[in-house]
């Protein structure tokens, strides 16, 4: 069975420090990844995919990837309480239409 | 002009009732989703659709039926409803072949009494 799992939080950092979110996978054929950012009574918006070991940066936002270690993070830098929400992360399945969604790791950003 | 849209927003119905909720995307996506979100937060897909072909139906009880009249339109159906139905149901979009990039609707919050 696959699973994805995250520090359900909550995560609390003061402004404009880093926030860092981890998260670990269990199906070795996942081939993308991708970290979504749903605030609180919304819908998961997308704000980060990543395909490749290493580090991809978009913005304040780093995700990471070691697929040997089975592990992806998200880093965000200078935090703002816009922050504040909870990331999913979500690994394919395998390449299939499927993502397999973390429970999520509630952030929390403190003025 | 709201890409991914989800009627009714709040459906508060009794046990044993049937409803249904209806999903239209103008994204020109081939590929649409019904997720369930619990109330641990937990978001877990029901359905897939490609193109108006069932591609992933997860183990969701037969009381659930998904319908899709073309390729813009998921409808999700509920037979029986039962408490444990209670949830909020987000309809999503993607381009074929581009997996991970959902566009998710404003969600459904329905409440089973």
């Known amino acids: 069975q696959k699973e994805v799992e995250q520090n359900s939080g909550p995560l609390s950092v003061p402004e404009g420090a880093i926030a860092s979110l981890n998260c670990t996978y269990s199906?070795?054929?996942?081939?993308?990844f991708f970290w979504y950012r749903q605030y609180s009574g919304k819908s998961p918006e997308l704000i980060m995919s990543?395909?490749?070991?290493g580090d991809k940066e978009d913005g304040r936002f780093t995700a990471q990837l070691n697929k040997a270690s089975q592990y992806v993070s998200l880093l965000i830098r200078d935090s703002q309480p816009s922050d504040s929400a909870t990331y999913l992360c979500?690994?394919?399945?395998?390449?299939?239409?499927?993502?397999?969604f973390g429970k999520g790791t509630k952030l929390s950003v403190i003025p | 002009d709201t890409a991914v849209s989800q009627t009714p927003k709040y459906l508060v119905t009794q046990m044993g009732n049937d409803k249904s909720i209806k999903c239209e995307q103008n994204?020109?996506?081939?590929?649409m989703y019904w997720y369930k979100q619990d109330s641990k937060k937990f978001l877990k897909i029901m359905f897939s659709?490609?193109?108006?072909?069932?591609?992933i139906n997860e183990t969701v009880p037969n009381r659930f039926s998904p319908k899709s009249p073309d390729k813009a339109h998921l409808n999700l159906h509920i037979n029986s409803l039962e408490l444990g139905d209670s949830a909020v149901y987000f309809c999503?979009?993607?381009?074929?072949?581009?997996?991970?990039?959902?566009?998710f609707g404003e969600g459904s919050r329905l409440t089973v009494l």
């Open positions: 990543i395909y490749s070991n």
């Open positions: 979500a690994p394919d399945a395998g390449g299939s239409y499927q993502l397999t």
């Open positions: 659709y490609n193109n108006k072909e069932l591609i």
């Open positions: 994204l020109g996506h081939d590929t």
């Open positions: 199906d070795r054929g996942s081939q993308s």
């Open positions: 999503a979009s993607s381009e074929t072949g581009v997996t991970g990039e959902l566009f």
